[in-house]
């Protein structure tokens, strides 16, 4: 086998060709600007910082930018990092082999509203809370709401294919984009939708629908540049209502009622384990009260017109009630929702076995996975986890979230997702790969229980990568290495990332 | 500083705040003023506020619409 492109280092001859595109203020080489675009806020190898740093920054304004540095990046053979806000879980904007790193967070204007049509076409730098607070005198707004809300930006959603909170109602990112422009590896600017070029239309059959191949791609085929957005009239209400229940088979079987209730305007089911229950009652004040015999919780919201949210209203906590839910109150229910718009807010600390505290960052490891495998897979990265805390001791076990994770309605399969501390000063070699090993044991898992191995950050971290072959097994990883090869012949573009770098092995060279 | 479960101590009756008991927290003391703590707390609600605001032009609770209680059953710890 042998590698048909490997990378070349940035040199002065590269930095030169960059100043003189974009203007010198628009690259920094300094180390203050390249650190901090280094990592992003999953778990970290934090020993090996050095590897990752990016050795330029560019900071385009427009497509015409993005295209002049691809181009470079193309007679020089440098790799390209697209980057947004920096919140991914799966260290897509994370450099794996230096390079250069685009930021786009200066492309940020907002270029067009279009109230007759609903829509509004935007820049990839700005962030839905800046594009809202513009959009709120007209009525109007754009629903995708994850739980980076105020910090992730719209670039990144696309990059990763994001999941909003209130997507069983409003649909997410990939749902909310009508159409693209994307730069391509190679430069060339292209305009994508649902087929056809039209860009306001969100339903059509003409020709391919390529805008959902750049959606979630992780920035491996093109960078995206503006991108046209779904409107909805500002909801008139919200309405959030938790229930406790006594057991987690108990608050399973209500998940499933609730989520198929039919009811249009539910915008979220959420279950919570018994362990995410005991974390947060160990350490978040508002669980902290809950009594002993509240094992599992389901939160659910509701959006839309007053009259339909208050009507619904009442046929979700009959249901509730039916299937064992005790309503736990106004405060907690409308407090805890609106914090979960920005779950940066979360303490980063967590426990050594013998409950002293350290700091800790967080770790979300996220799937998709369908309602009947739920328990199974629960029970699985539990053991899974816990193994690892007792051996290493470095890692606490948060508990895991199953979220309804469908387009405009509640059933289907789940986020699911585990939360993990990792106390990352005491990270080394050793027991940073003791925890990529524990990632394996989860994905392995997810596989087996026919899930896949993303629902929304991603797979493109050691421990994930590795398995996407595996989960497209059906001709589907073939395909993806053949469109990557074809769109980035050089491959400059976030190379390496979803295990693409196999899409430049030459296999029969070394047979 | 009142003990209410296993390793979290209820220090701030008057704004409802707990901490992790003192004892937990040898490696990383915690030394947070009193003016400061109401701050953050103050601080907190508002962008809670700010939050629903932002999303609905109104904030449904359930207790007004059905039968369901106002408070939850760990109210009044
Ligand atoms: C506290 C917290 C809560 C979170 N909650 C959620 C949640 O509820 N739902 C959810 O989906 N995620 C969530 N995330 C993860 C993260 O916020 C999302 O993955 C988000 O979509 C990333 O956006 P970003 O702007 O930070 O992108 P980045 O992390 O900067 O980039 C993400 C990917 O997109 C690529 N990219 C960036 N810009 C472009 C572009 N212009 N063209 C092509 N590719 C591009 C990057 O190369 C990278 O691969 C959470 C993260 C945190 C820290």
Same mark, same amino acid.
């Not at chain 1, 707004?141 to 739980?147: E, G, L, S, T, V």
């Given at each position: 086998m042998a590698t048909l492109t490997v990378p070349n280092p940035v040199t002065d001859q590269v930095i030169t060709a960059l100043e003189q595109a974009l203007g010198k203020e628009k690259v920094r080489t300094d180390l203050g600007a390249r650190i901090a675009r280094t990592r992003v806020p999953a778990p970290f190898p934090v020993h090996r910082f050095a590897e990752h740093m990016p050795d330029v920054v560019v900071l385009p304004e427009t497509a015409e930018e993005v295209s002049a540095i691809l181009r470079i990046a193309n007679q020089f053979r440098v790799p390209v990092v697209p980057r947004a806000g920096g919140t991914g879980l799966a260290d897509g904007a994370v450099p794996l082999h230096k390079g250069i790193l685009l930021d786009i967070k200066k492309m940020n204007k907002i270029i067009e509203l279009d109230l007759v049509n609903r829509t509004v076409t935007v820049q990839p730098g700005l962030n839905m809370l800046k594009l809202n607070e513009y959009l709120a005198p007209y009525g109007v707004?754009? $629903? !995708? !709401? $994850?739980?980076s809300y105020p910090v992730s930006i719209i670039g990144g959603r696309i990059g990763t294919s994001g999941w909003s909170l209130i997507g069983s109602r409003y649909g997410h990112t990939r749902d909310l984009v009508i159409s693209l422009q994307v730069v391509l590896p190679t430069g060339e600017i292209v305009r994508l939708s649902d087929g056809g070029g039209a860009p306001k239309v969100r339903k059509a059959s003409t020709g391919y629908n390529l805008k959902q191949l750049f959606i979630g791609t992780q920035g491996t085929l093109g960078v995206v540049t503006e991108a046209t957005l779904e409107l909805f009239p500002k909801p008139e209400a919200e309405l959030a209502a938790f229930f406790g229940y006594e057991s987690f088979e108990e608050a399973y079987r209500s998940t499933g009622a609730l989520s198929t209730s039919g009811l249009g305007t539910l915008a979220a089911v959420i279950l919570f384990d018994e362990r995410k229950v005991d974390y947060l009652r160990r350490d978040d004040e508002a669980y902290i009260p809950l009594p002993d015999r509240i094992k599992a919780v389901v939160a659910t919201a509701l959006y839309g017109v007053e009259e339909e949210v208050r009507a619904a209203a009442n046929r979700l906590f009959r249901i509730a009630k039916e299937t064992g839910g005790e309503y736990l109150g106004d405060e907690l229910s409308a407090g805890d929702w609106a914090s979960r718009h920005d779950r940066y807010a979360t303490p980063l600390h967590g426990r050594l076995p013998d409950g002293t505290v350290v700091p800790m960052s967080w770790h979300c490891e996220d799937a998709a996975i369908i309602y009947s495998e739920l328990p199974a897979i629960k029970q699985k990265w539990h053991e899974i986890t816990d193994r690892y805390i007792q051996k290493y001791g470095i890692f606490d076990n948060w508990g895991m979230f199953f979220y309804s994770n469908n387009p405009y309605k509640g059933w289907g399969d789940y986020l699911v997702e585990i939360d993990i501390g990792i106390w990352e000063q005491a990270l080394n070699e050793e027991t940073w790969q003791a925890w990529v090993n524990l990632k394996r044991e989860i994905t392995r898992a997810t596989l087996e229980h026919q899930g896949s191995i993303s629902a929304c950050h991603g797979a493109c971290r050691e421990g994930d990568a590795e398995f996407i072959p595996v989960e497209l097994h059906e001709g589907g990883f073939e395909l993806m290495k053949k469109m990557k090869r074809l769109l980035d012949p050089n491959n400059i573009l976030n190379p390496s990332k979803n295990y693409l770098h196999l899409a430049y092995v030459d296999e029969e060279v070394g047979a | 500083m009142k003990r209410v479960r296993k390793g979290v101590v209820l220090c701030r009756e008057d704004l409802h705040v707990f901490e992790v008991d003192p004892s937990l927290m040898t490696r990383v003391p915690q030394d947070v003023t009193d003016p400061e703590q109401t701050r953050i707390v103050r601080n907190r609600w508002e962008y809670l506020d700010w939050m629903h605001r932002h999303f609905a032009h109104k904030t449904v609770l359930l207790s007004e619409v059905t039968d369901a209680p106002v408070h939850g059953p760990g109210h009044g710890h």
């Open positions: 707004f754009y $629903p !995708d !709401d $994850p739980a | -």
